[in-house]
Every structure is written in C-alpha cells, then in structure tokens.
C-alpha cells in the first residue's frame, strides 16, 4: 500500500530544489542540514541560478541532475511548486517533501495550489510529504531534510511523527538536555498526501526504532487508523499527545449518548481499540517513551494464572537514602495505579544484615543518608532478586558523604544484570550531573523528579498489561451479516436478540384499556409524538399506572400536559406498555462518531445521565472482553454484582445487549443514534423498556 | 508565642557545636557552609579537640565561647546532645537547630534521648529545630546552618518549609539549574519542638519572601496550622504538596460519611480553608512557587460586578509562532480552568495590519514561523493592550529565522511595561539557553512546555479569586452557645433548627398502627435495633405504606426479615413514619477528622452514595459561600436547580441544614459522626428523614 514510502527514509540520492546559498535562506538551511548530516547518498542542488553550495553544483533544472535521485525536497513559492512537482514525475522521481508554506493553510488560493500539487504527484505515483513541514530525519541512516538550527537530534530508538513541525523542532532541542535520542522523526504538515497513518507503519518498520511517539491533532481516517496502529502496537509500543480537544463544538444530540460523546471520548476509545497510551503532557509523552525504549517491561503475564494472594504481594519497591522522596514515591506509585512489592521474610532478613538498625526495611527501603555505593547497589541486588518485586525504583538525591556518581557506577551493573525495570529518580541538577550521563551512557533511565518516574512505571505496567490480553485469545465479533430490513424498532432489536417489553400504540382511551387489559396491569402510559424526545421532560410518561380507572384518568392527564408544554407537537397517542419494576436500570447506547463510527455508551441511566456522567465508551464492535471491561468502569457496571440492599443482576446479559447493539450499530448504517434508557437487568436476563433510534 | 524564633534567622553568633576538621564528617560540612554562606555575625566551633578550623579557634567548651552567641548548631552524638541543650541553657542561647540522627527515627531509645534534649530545651526556654535536620538557610541575611553540598542555593523570593531534608537538598541543587532562588528554607527533621506551624509564620514575615513552598507529611495540631496558615494566606500565597496520601489505613466507620471522609479528604478541606494551593506533583509546586512569586495577579477582583457577558469574553491570550504549541497551550488553559480571551475588533485590526495573511488572528494568535523579534514585541504589546486579555502566555520555539535570545530582548520591556501577567512557554534546551538566561534576569517566569505554562496560569487566577473572595465581607459563622443538653436525636435536631419528620417507636403492631393513624398515612416502617446501623441492607425498611392492612402485614414482614438476616441483634420494635416522597435527596453528614475535627460531607444520598461518590467536604464551622461552593462541587448540589422533569428544590434551605448541622458539629463535641440521608429537599424547606448519630 506504502510502497513508496521507504524512499522517504531510504533514497539512494536526494535533490534539494530551492537551494539557496543564502544563509538566512530556507533553502540554504535544508542543503546545510543534508550536507551535515552526514547522508551517504548523492546530493543534489538544485535553483535557478546556477553556482556551487558546499562543494556541490546547483543546477538549474531537475533534467540535468544526474542519477541516483529518488527525493526531491522542494523549498520554492507555492505558485510555482505544481510545476516542480511535475518536473519530478517526468524525472522518475517517486517522492517529493513540499517544506514551502502558503497552502492550504493560507487559505483558498494556497489551498487551489496544493490541489495542483496533489494532482500531479497523483499522475506520476509519487508520494508527498507537506506542505508546510519540516520533512523527515533518520539519524541512523544518517538523512535530515529539515532546515532546523543544527545539530540535528542524538540518534536514538524513539521514532517521533508529528502534525507540527515547530513542536519537532523545540523537542529535538530539549530532548539533548534530557539525554534522549531519536531514530526517524516525521514532520507532516498539511498531509496533502501522506497522514499520520500512513507514516506510523513506516517509522515503526525501522530497526532502530522501539517505540513510537505521535503528536497528533486529527486523525485522517479513523477507522484506518485504528487499524493500522493496531498492527504496530502489536510490536512496539505507541503513545500519543492528542490536542485540540476542546476545539471541536459538540453536535446538538438528540439523546444523551450523542450529548454526552464528544469528540474526546472517541478518541480515547479509539486509543484505546489501537492499544496506544495516551498521554496527558509533552513531558510525559517523553518520559514515557524513554522508559518504554529502554527498560525490560513487567513480567506481568507470566503469573497471570498465579493465585489472586500470591499476585496481591507483588509490586514495586522503592530503594531511596531519605524518607521524604521515599514517601513521595510511594504516593506516586498509587497514583499511577501500581501496588508497592510486599518483601518477603528472606529479602527483609538479607537487608536487616546489610543496612543500620535504624534503617528502615520495608518497603520503601530507607537506607538512610549515610548509604554507600556499595550500599546502594547490593540492596538493589537484593530487592530485584526477590520474586515480589516486579521492578525498583531507586531514589538518588545529592548523597550527603558520596558522589551521585559513584553511586551511578555502583548501580549500573546490577540493573543491567536485571531482567526487571529500574527506573532512577535522580534528583538534582549540577550535583547529579556526571551521575545522569553516566546513566544514560548505560541506557539507564532518569528522572529528576520521583513523580514522573513512577509515572513511567505506570506506563510500563500498562504496556504489559496490554500485551498479556493481546496474548490471550481474543474472541473478534464476526460482522458479515448484511443490514436486516426490519419493520419497526422492535423487530429490529428482536432480529438482534436483544429482548423488549411490548409496547403498543393506543390512538384513543378506550383503545388504551383494551391494549392495557391485554397486557395485564400495572402499566406505564408514555406520550407518542414524533417530535418529544425527552417524554419524561414534558411530563409524556406515567408510570405505575394499576387499574383501568387510573389509566382513563392517566390518558387524559398526561395528554393535557404534553399539550400545555408543546403546543406545536403532533400527538400520535398514547404507547402502553406493561410495566417492569425489578431489576437495576442501566443505559445502553451508540452514537456515530464523524472519525471513528459506532461509538458504545455503558452507564448510570435515567434521566440524570448527564449529570451524574457515570457512563463510558469504546468503539464498536464489541467482543465480550471489551464489553466486560467497559462496564466495569462505571458504578452501574459495578452494582450489578450487587450491593447492600440492591441484589445482583444478570451481569452476562446486559454486556450481551451492549455486544448485541454494537453488532446491530456495525450492520445498520442508516441508524444515527440508538440508546435504550433503561435497560432493565433482571436476576436472569435483561429488557429494553424504553429505546430511542434517530435515523441518519 | 513564637518570640524565639527570629533568632534562628537573625542570630548575632552561631556556635557549631561538633565541628570538625575532618572534611568526611558533617561537622566541617555545617563549618563550612556557615563560612561560606557569608554569614556577618560572629562564628563560633566547638569540638572535644581544641585547633583551628577556616581561621576560627576551635573551643572545647560551650562556656569558653565569647559573646555574641545565641544559635547553635549541634552536630554530635544523640547520647550527649541533651547534655549540650542544657549548656546552651547555661550559657544563655535560646536557639539550637539538632542536626545528628539517630532519635526518635531510629527507635525507642532515640526517643527517649530526644525527649531528654526536648526537656533540657523547656527549662531554658530554647526553641529547638530538628533533630534529624539540616536546619536553616537565610540567602539574604546571609546564613547557612546545613552540610549539603555547596554552593548555597542562589538568592530568590521563594520560601521553603520542609519535613524531609533530602528533598531540600534536591530542590536546591535542581532549582539552580531551573532559574530560580530562595529567601529562607527551614528543614523540620523530627519536629521535637518546632513544627511547620511554627515556622510557616516565620518564614513568611521576611521581607523578600513573596511565596512560601510547604513540603508536607503530617501536620502537628490541624486546627492550629489552619488558622496560623489562613494568617499567612491573607498576605503571602501558600502552596503545600502533601505526601503520605495511601498511608493512614481507614477507620472503620460507622455511616457513609465516615467511610468517604479518609484523611485526604480531610486535608483537601484543610487546605481550601486555610488558603493554600495544593501542588499534585513536586515540579508542579515549584512552578506555581515561580508564577506567584514574579508575576503581577490577574486583574480578577477588578471587574467582579462587570456584566456577565463581558466577564465570558475575558481570558488568556496565547501568543506563538507555531500553530502546534498554541493548541497545546489552549488545550492546557482549558484544562486547568482557564478561557481564552475573547479580543475585540480593534486588536484583530491592529495585529492584522502587523501579521501576514496567513497567520491566524484570532486567539491563539499564530504569527507563523517567519515572525520576528518586533512582530513578537508588538503583537504581545497590542494584546496586553486589550480590555479582554487578562494575561498572556507566549510561546516561543526556537525561532528558524532569528535566536530565541534576540526574540528574548525585545519581549522583555513590554512584559516589564505592563501590570498583566505573562508567562512564556520556552521551548527548547541548548537554542533556547541564552533566552532563558535573559528572562531570567529580568524576572520573567519560563518553562520548557506550554503545558506547565498554562498549569503556573492557573494557581495565578486561583490566587487572585481567593483573594477576591477575601475582600468579600466574609459572614463568618460565630460559635458561642455551649452544647445543648438535648435529650433525644430529634431534639437537638430542634434546638439546631433542623427540620425532621416526626418518627415514633411503636414496640407491638396495633401501637404502630395508632401511630400511623395519628401521622396520617402513607408511612414508612423502619426496624428498631440499636444493632442494626443500615438498615436497608437486611430488609428493615418498608416504604409507602397506603393504609392499616398493608402496616399489619409490613410490620411481620420487617421483622421476619431482620431475624432471619440478624438474628444476634436486639430489636426494639418498630418506628414509624409518615413518608415524604416529595422533593429531591441528598446526603449531609459530618465525621471528625483526627486532624482538622469535624469534617462535613454534603452529595448525592440514598445506600449508593459510596459507589457514586458524587460528595464534597468542608471543614466546620461553615458560613454560607463555603456550604454553597461545597454543594456546587456536586452533581446532587447543582441537581438542586431543577433538572428536566425534576423540579427545582430550595437550595438555601439545604444550605442552611449543612450550616447548621456544622454548628451542631462544633458545639457538641461528645459527636463523633451524624448523617443525614436523606435530607429531603422540598419546593420550599428540607426535612431530614433519617438520621444516624454516633457518640464518641
């Protein structure tokens, strides 16, 4: 599909047309970079007046540059780029970075000239980076086509791709204060043609790489790229920095599914569905990503069968010389959702040989600020080899009687001998210094700070976690039915298996006690009109109704009242449905997302859902799995197995309606919204008592 | 109360007792800094050996030492400490800061030994710091007590209280390398004697001390430090990062509130009252410490009585050159609470005529990557000018065409001309150093990431709401009347002015069903047991009862079904209610902390409020803006207004119930837990239907 994508990291010779000999010039900046960058292919220069830039010819037409040359950058006005592009297609080139500015994103003219472009790299096959970029970096071929201030980034294993050039270029600069390095790095810009689902596979491919960071602002094509990161995920891990979230003004929604999914909780079940990390800051994206690249993870799944007593004492242990980062630590750790390792008797016994009396052994383990490096490094020895500890974080502040740096040498060897993460919050700066490059020489990683290395833990834990679901079997729900031509509503969730109370429509009173008659009391009399969605809001729903007097007196009232609040309204009748009281009321619903589709809703039902905002998402389609997991994520999905006076109801069948109505969401398009509010749960089975569709 | 402790931070001689001229041992560290630091006072050592030490005679004798001396610094073993205080007495020093460990941290006889110093202290009247410590540093007097590693922090604004003095010793060394100073640090150690409640005040009656940094793991008398906190709040801002948070293990508690209100809840409602800003995260307190302490206040109070319309227009303007940082930076303005100013026409006019096409006027403002060190200058200047801007966060990547430190000069005397906040997200290591280097001269705050900008932003404007919120006549609540000797529940509700439904103890059916008689029907039947605290959970509640033949049956129900669920509980009968079923539900209650004392809880009620956790808490006494803004915090408090089909209920009669049952709180000590649930929320007034009490 990207068959032309590795010429991008991979051209055998690259043109820079635009050259310019000009310092201040772009186009000189991109012709320096390449030259210094030290790429092994053939350079050429290319403008309209000819001349020589860092020993090389400028030439001043793309004709007469000679072979190889698979990559054109171009740095030229936007009104003449088209042509260029074309030049490139009659010159065999394949792939083109447009650097220039004044595209689209300057409005309609600039938006006719990409256009231009597009058409003509589509008529050659070549594929287009840009416009309005900064290209692409691979520090290991090595190759930088971008015109940034050198010197280009330390060659590392995080492969970053961005929709914002400058954020590349600002963390390229921080990333060398905070010792990481990268391996491609992909700037896309307007993504006339290459998006950010077309670049992932393709830094992700790179050897070099082993994880990948994406600052994404919009995703192209959702459900692509879900794919598509799912495939990578699979492999190396992913974390996104998605912005713009509060951007997008929410959609008038005609029920509370659609009020309550934004465009945000698409994102984060799309995250989800990919397997991608998102992350909350730049920082953390990075601090992640450096633990991730450079840290065994968890042995998580290997005691997955292990009973539930023996996995409760495992966890994290921490080795620090003071309390206070001990305790901080500590609080951190339970922040990110992590468990402190529980010692066992022989580490306890090993460590009360090796520390002071007034040291403190259980974990966290204070050895007190007289510890050594040799203190240091055996009781770390002594915590990863206990088979609780999952991982250690070690807290080094300035040690009052050492060095930081001769503890950094003392630890080393011990965490490479490890095959369980060590993360190291190394506090301070001038003091700790020697210490954080000696770290990062061993491919150690350091924090300053022991909050975000426990946050780094909880990425890692996560990371695992997903790999050991990915290792079980994962039942994929088979969509291939065809849309089923259903009647009406509830034919259509019948054909679903999803089950519903009967509900018929009454066009007069006495029709109204005929049906209710039928349907044996108490009943509940809900207002029909095409044109209230919220009955209960207009005072349209009569619940509880016990005989046949009541129901007159009900028709007649509630008929008055929908009147009195909706004049405009046309009234169709009265629907009568028999009334179900047991059970626990939930919400089921979907909602279509314009990126990612079918968006599920589990929660809290009633009418105060989007107040009390007990519900979550994922995307459609459901497999049981995903189903249970969303549930357990709210309260509603919590009581079901009961609490205090409520009794336990049939878990299995609501997250078998949740699957259900997913299924039927991916095989009905025409469905814009579906929301069954309540689901009731039952001691055995579940009913849809009231459902809601809106037709797209 | 506090007059010795000036002393500490002003002594006119410091004698170093356990100075040493081993550069291995603490005591030539504490000699050295104490030189180093510049101190201008007289500098005294004492040792068993007699010499010299940085050209100082080395006593052996407390007595021997000439005038002036009044702090000394003890840095010799725990066994002859208590020793040394009582010659301090003798010899007429009223301060000692105890550096040495080996004390109450170490064990029992620690203890015992630092309880000897404590006594030793008491009879002479000498305020002691530590032991366990590193004790003080005055960056302007000049002084430095401590023995970590030198230089001394650079002088800045910032003061720094701290239970953990590696976590001191940390922050000093990574601040250098942050750009910013202190004024005072105090590290507490064991707090024999002096706690942070004690040297909170004094660390922020120093002049240059503009922000007061707490490190905290306990605090000593939670009444106390609130008040002497909220003292310094009025003044000088206060931010506190808490650790421990997982540690205190919870109580078993009898009601809801109880079991919600864990310790952190407690501290969470400490700090609100007291004033104080809680950091989550280290970085994070040091970044707000860095805004509070440089920038001018959002002009916030000024325009409260403005119109509503035009407060919405007003905000924060973001000022970049990259479109990617300007959407994190909005994206993290929303999230921390903040808008985005709104500008009016005349600065889209002015900045248009400065900007190219392309660029985006509109907040956030985008330059594009060509701007230059004037266009940054200029637009910054046009929109501090706007009556809508209330601060401004610039952005600032290095720039491709120009430095970051030519970009720094120009926005220096435009930041300095105005008296609105502006804070610049500088982003980027080695490119951006001499940039960094420049603000920071100038006093003007940076951080590497827009994201931390905007988290500095918002402790600015919730600073500048708190202190609007001061200057607002503050009804405090006056507590005299001594405790009400009240004979039932149900009367001292009454005497407090708290409305109940009136409720009997029926101890045979036709008795319950004289009373029902006598309320008036429908009732509710509840179980009588003393043994019994929820009742719903073993079917001991029995609602809407219509009439004589239902109460008959309920009432052999009821008790069938307590026996049959607890049959060890002594059951009394059965009391009877008349039901109201009108209004909205809410829980109220108050437990009291062992800290801060009573501790209210306001949310959602019913048997979920533990699973829906939609509560709020607050320290008694409350006046009505705390019980307001403590309802407002839930979804229960905001349902209040009306909410689709449920009507509005009467907010200030709720208000009034939480007010006065937090002065029911205060004035009957021998409380230790009361909870209503429900309170119902009527039309008009609240009834309190259940009410549960436990005596302490």
Known sequence: MNSTLPLFFQPKGVAVVGASTSPEKLGYGVARNLIQSGYRGAIH?????????????????????????????????PNATAEVVEACGQRGI???????????????????????????ARRHGIRLIGPNCIG???????????????????????????HSGAFCAAIIDWARSEGFGFSRIVSLGNQADVNETDALPEVASDEHTKVIVLYLESVADGRRFI??????????????????????????????T????????????????????????????????????????PRWSRYAREERSLLDQRGIAILTNAGGPGVIAADSLETNGLRLAQLTEST??????????????????????????????????????????????????????????????????????SDKPVIVALMGSALTERAAEKFQRANIVTYPFPERAASAFGALVRRAEF???????????????????????????????????????????????????????????????????????????????PDIESLRRGCTQIMERVKAARPEARIEGVYVQRQISQGQ????????????????????????????????????????????????KTWAGKKLKGFRNIPPADEAAAADVLIKLSRLAIENDSIEEIEINPLRVLEKGAVAVDVRVKFG
């Open 45 to 77: 220069f290319v403008s309209q007046n000819a001349g020589e830039l860092f020993g090389h010819p400028i030439h001043t037409n793309l004709n007469q540059v000679p072979d190889p040359v698979d990559l054109a950058i171009l740095i030229i006005p």
């Open 94 to 120: 394949k792939a083109a970075i447009i650097v220039s500015s004044g595209f689209r994103e300057a409005g309609k003219e600039g938006a006719a000239l990409e256009r231009q472009c597009l058409e003509a």
């Open 136 to 162: 692409v970096i691979d520090t290991h071929l090595p190759l930088d086509t971008t015109f940034i201030q050198p010197p280009m980034p330390a060659a590392g294993n995080i492969g970053f791709v961005s």
């Open 227 to 256: 794919e598509t990161a799912r495939a990578v995920t699979r492999r190396k891990p992913v974390i996104a920095l998605k912005v713009g979230r509060f951007e997008a003004g929410q959609k008038a929604a005609a029920s509370h």
């Open 258 to 297: 659609g009020a309550l999914a934004g465009s945000e909780a698409a994102f984060e079940a799309a995250f989800e569905k990919a397997g991608i990390l998102r992350a909350e800051t730049s920082e953390q994206m990075f601090d992640w990503a450096e633990a991730l690249a450079d840290c065994p993870l």
């Open 348 to 417: 306890l016994k090993e460590l009360s040989a090796i520390l002071p009396p007034a040291a403190s052994l259980h974990n966290p383990v204070d050895m007190l600020a007289s510890a050594s490096p040799e203190t240091y490094a055996v009781c770390l020895k002594v915590l990863l080899a206990d088979f609780n500890v999952d991982g250690a974080l070690v807290i080094l502040p300035p040690p009052p009687m050492f060095t930081a740096e001769s503890v950094a040498e003392a630890l080393i060897p011990v965490i490479h001998a």
């Open 467 to 545: 790999l050991a679901a990915e290792t079980q079997c994962r039942e994929e729900l088979k969509i291939s039915r065809p849309a089923v031509p259903a009647v009406n509503l509830e034919e259509l969730l019948a054909v679903y298996g999803i089950p519903t109370t009967p509900i018929k429509l009454a066009r007069s009173v006495d029709e109204a006690a005929t049906i209710a008659n039928d349907l044996g009391f108490p009943v509940v009399l809900k207002i029909a009109s095409p044109h209230i969605p919220h009955k209960s809001d207009v005072g349209g729903v009569l619940l509880d109704v």
């Open 585 to 632: 009321e939930v919400i089921v619903g979907m909602t279509r997302d314009p990126q990612f589709g079918a968006l599920m809703m589990f929660g809290s039902g009633g009418v105060e859902v989007e107040g009390l905002r007990d519900v979550a998402f994922a995307l459609a389609p459901l497999n049981r799995t995903e189903a249970e997991s969303m549930m357990r």
